[in-house]
């Protein structure tokens, strides 16, 4: 079949939701997602209003032989939610979330963010591991691991995963987890967006709430010590506190945040937070007994849309005194302007008890993961911030494992993609060859089958 007014006419008439070609109103609009860098023009976008719009598209577009790209949030820094001249399976209309108190579970539509599923899970109390920023989506997040404040008590966003609806790449919607499509939803838990649409994701629910949390600023001339102390106490600290340590510069000026979510019994957190709260003297501190909600709100004034991202990002491998004093050395000589970060995301307990071939996320063993993160609005200013950021990674590499976080990577050529999926990635390339052996789904950290069949001839 080919691309014409007709095709495309009997096309928008099977559908549920919008369909948007490029001299549509709204079409702008929804070309448009988190990171401002990316300035792409689909030729088609579906608005899905139901499943029955996602098994159409991912028909429509096998036998058009357009290539498709699937948007949950939008939030992807590579920008995989949009491509040029193909399809975008838009999800972010498809935002249900129901929960089931009795059973602590919660099914979500494929296009939630995790703010909407927050405000669901909590009115029982309840919650899962999900991102630190409300406006990420659910599916890109889950399917590429999920790291968040309740990591380390809980485990991954996908070590929490129980069942997922999928269309795959031959129009089938089938059910994903131990029981049904065993391998399938194997691959979901970090493969990445590699093998089908995720229509609705079921999670696990646990009691969350009020949780101790906040921030505690320091001075960058208290970072080195402060660092220090940070990696022995959060190397051993207890797996209800995800703490994290960020050298931050902002138009208040450069400092060593910590942030803080202890997710057990406030007398504990008090106990076991108190060597940091003691510790030199902060600028600022925070931390208190608050609701869940708005720790997962701590950072949502300082990421909004429209801002232009580049990100890069490794396993810690040795958080020794060395590799303190390199990125603190780095940062003092060439002070970014704002906004600019290295985070320490603090990893281990829950996440690390799931043994590496268990699910499609490798990387357990490592205790914290760094972020080196630049933020800016004009694009004049876009060569100036990449370049800091190089500089700023290339100092810290000597320290990381060789690979990356799905999530965080971006578009970083193909030795990276398969170094992100290290010790898995052979399995997840068979599973690709099973599922999606034309790579329909190839807008994202891709894992290329080693079949050559073309689109059209896919039918399974
Ligand atoms: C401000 C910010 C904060 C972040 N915080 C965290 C964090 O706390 N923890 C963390 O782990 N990561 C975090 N991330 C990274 C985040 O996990 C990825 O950007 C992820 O891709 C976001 O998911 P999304 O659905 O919003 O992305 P999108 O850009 O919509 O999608 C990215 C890719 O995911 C796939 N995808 C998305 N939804 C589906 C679906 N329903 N079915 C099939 N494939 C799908 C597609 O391949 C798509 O190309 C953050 C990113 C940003 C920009």
Not at 121 to 129: I, S, V
Not at 286 to 304: G, K, M, R
Request: aromatic letters at 8%; charged letters at 20%.
């Amino acid at each position: 079949m080919t691309v014409n007014g007709n095709s495309i006419r009997q096309f928008r008439d099977s559908l549920r939701g919008q369909l948007l070609v490029p001299e549509n109103e709204g079409y702008d609009e929804a070309r448009q997602v988190f990171n401002a860098m990316i300035d792409r023009r689909p030729a088609l976008i579906v608005r899905c209003a139901h499943v029955t719009d996602v098994i159409a598209a991912v028909n429509f577009a096998r036998e058009t032989e357009l290539p498709i790209a699937v948007r949950g949030g939008g939030h992807s820094v590579l920008g995989s939610a949009v491509c040029d001249e193909g399809l975008v399976i838009d999800l972010s209309g498809m935002t249900n979330v129901s929960v089931d108190p009795d059973k602590r579970t919660a099914r979500a539509a494929g296009g939630t963010t995790w703010g909407d599923f927050d405000r669901a899970t909590q009115a029982y109390g309840l919650a899962t591991t999900g991102g630190i920023v409300p406006s990420t989506g659910i599916g890109g997040l889950t399917l590429g691991g999920g790291i968040g404040r309740l990591n380390r008590k809980y485990g991954l966003a996908c070590d929490n995963l129980l069942s997922a609806e999928v269309v795959t790449a031959d129009g089938t919607l089938v059910t994903a987890s131990v029981d049904e499509h065993e391998d399938l939803f194997w691959g979901l838990r970090g493969g990445g967006g590699n093998l089908g649409v995720v229509t609705s994701f079921e999670y696990r629910l646990h009691p969350v709430g009020p949780v101790l949390g906040g921030e505690i600023i320091f001075p960058l001339d208290q970072a080195r010590t402060a660092l220090r102390f940070y990696r022995d106490w959060s190397t051993d600290a207890p797996d209800e506190l995800r703490a994290d340590a960020t050298l931050v510069s902002t138009p208040d000026g450069p400092g060593l945040a910590f942030e803080v979510c202890y997710c057990g019994e406030i007398d504990a957190g008090e106990k076991v937070l108190r060597p940091l709260r003691q510790l030199g003297s902060p600028m600022l501190d925070t931390i208190d007994s608050v609701p869940y909600a708005t720790v997962q709100n701590l950072l949502t004034e300082v990421f909004q849309p429209g801002m232009r991202h580049y990100w890069k990002s490794g396993f810690v491998r040795e958080f020794s005194d060395d590799a303190i004093n390199a990125i603190v050395d780095f940062f003092v000589a060439d002070m970014p302007a704002p906004f600019a970060a290295i985070a320490i995301e603090h990893l281990g307990g829950a996440v690390s008890r799931v043994e590496t071939h268990d699910t499609a996320f490798a990387y357990r063993q490592a205790k914290h993961s760094i972020l080196v993160l630049r933020m800016w609005d004009d694009p004049a200013d876009s060569e100036t911030n990449i370049a800091w950021g190089r500089r700023c990674y290339a100092r810290a590499e000597p320290f990381l494992e060789g690979g990356a976080y799905v999530n965080y990577l971006g578009d970083e050529g193909e030795t990276r993609v398969r170094a992100a999926y290290g010790a898995n990635y052979e399995r997840l390339v068979a599973l690709k060859n099973k599922y999606d052996p034309a790579n329909v789904f190839r807008f994202n950290q891709n894992i290329k089958p080693t079949s050559d069949m073309p689109l059209s001839a896919h039918q399974t």
